[in-house]
Each structure stands twice: as C-alpha cells, then as structure tokens.
C-alpha cells in the first residue's frame, strides 16, 4: 500500500482528503504543523507528499524545497491563492503539480494517482538503466549510480572508500593495479598517510564479497592487485 504524508493546518480539510485518500486505497498520516510535517518528511518511508502552502511554524514551501534536497518523491502543493506567485515559487523549488482550494476530493485522488504512476514509471526506467550499467565479475555485482553491491542475490553493505576500491577495480578488469596507482587514484589530495592502508582496505573488502567461495581479487606479489581470471576467461 503507497503511503502518503498530508501536511495540512485545517483539521476538518485535512480528514475530509484523508477519508477520500484511504477509500482509494492509500495509507495516509496527517500533520498539522510545519516543524513536524518536515521532520516526518525527512525521516518517513513515503511515496507522496501533500503539502499546504500556508502553515504554522514552517511553510509548505520551504518544507518542498528541503525534501527536494533529499528526496525524488512526487510533491504536491495545495495553495489558497489562485495568483501565480506560489504556484511559479512551489514549481521553482521542485514541487510536481500544484492543486488550488476549493477543489473536489476526487480531483485530488485522481492527481495522486497521476504522480504516482508517473513516478512509478521513472523509477523502473531508473532501476533498469542502473541494472543495464551494472560492473560484474562472477557472482559479484556492483550498481555504480545506486552504489550497491551484491554477491549472488544478497545485497552486500560496503563504507564508501571499500566501494570505491571494487569500482576501481571492476572497471580496470585485465590491469594489475599498483598499491601506489590505487592509493593516488581514491586518496588523491588526502593522501597522508603510507600505502599499506590499501592492503588493510583490500583485506577488509575480500572478508565482504569473497564469503560464497569464489575469490575475486588476486595479489601479484610484488606488484600489486587484479581481478582473479573467471574460468570462462582461459
């Protein structure tokens, strides 16, 4: 069930969309002030927001231009106002659509279910061109735009540095990488310390991706670190 967050300071307004929003099938949690309706925003698992333009403490406004900052969800801004002004200012800060009072509940629902579906298609076209972008040694894949890593079909959670250094080395698949190429390639301008910290990191990332057996990073003594040759690859 999509779960819709409804930031709205007129109470009796805010049942009346809530009550039409579940009777179509939409889960829907209710705020009525603008410091908890962002806060809500930010940290809950929602698929749509409803926002008022005007309420108490935060506007709906800023509470659309902070989400926007995080967050790809469909917004969309309720307004008293039928000037242009709120409308050019919500669309400028990332709102989807706007929808002015008064209006029908059923136009509201049918403007949910728009974004939604919307919404809906341009994230299978997003998961399936960061599937079709996917860097794969063996069992091992890695999504470099979503930078998640799986190993088979368990998801694998990597620190940011550990990440980089698979990425570096699925897209440098026949080359034996030095630990003083890898050090200058992902410390760069922070290089401070000494390049043993690159063995430490490679040791570290083998323990997470090499647990079914199948090794996928290979030491060259004296040189340095490569991808293992798949059998198919001979």
């Not at 967050?71 to 800060?93: N, Y």
């Amino acid at each position: 069930m999509e779960k819709i967050l409804l930031v709205e300071d007129d109470r009796d307004i805010a049942e009346l969309e809530r009550d039409y929003l579940e009777l179509n099938g939409f889960a829907v949690d209710m705020e009525g002030r603008g410091n908890a309706g962002l806060k809500k925003a930010l940290t809950g698992d929602y698929d749509l927001l409803i926002l008022d333009v005007m309420l108490p403490e935060v506007d709906g406004l800023s509470i659309c231009r902070q989400v926007r900052e995080q967050k790809e969800i469909p917004i969309l801004l309720v307004t008293a106002r039928k000037d242009d002004i709120d409308i050019i200012r919500g669309l400028g800060m990332g709102a989807d659509d706007y929808i002015v009072k008064p209006f029908s509940p059923g136009e509201l629902v049918a403007r949910v279910r728009a974004h939604l579906a919307r919404y809906r298609r341009l994230a299978g076209c997003h998961n399936e061109l960061a599937e079709n972008e996917a860097l794969r040694h063996g069992d091992l894949r890695l999504l470099p735009q979503a930078r998640r890593v799986f190993v088979g079909s368990e998801e694998v959670h990597l620190p940011n540095r550990e990440f980089d250094l698979l990425e570096f080395l699925l897209r440098n698949p026949d080359r034996v990488l030095s630990k003083e190429e890898i050090f200058e390639s992902l410390w760069g301008q922070e290089a401070v310390g000494d390049i043993s910290t690159v063995t430490v990191h490679i040791k570290r990332l083998r323990e997470k991706i090499e647990t079914g057996g199948m090794s996928h990073i290979e030491t060259v003594w004296g040189s340095g670190y490569r991808l293992c040759k798949l059998a198919a690859d001979f």
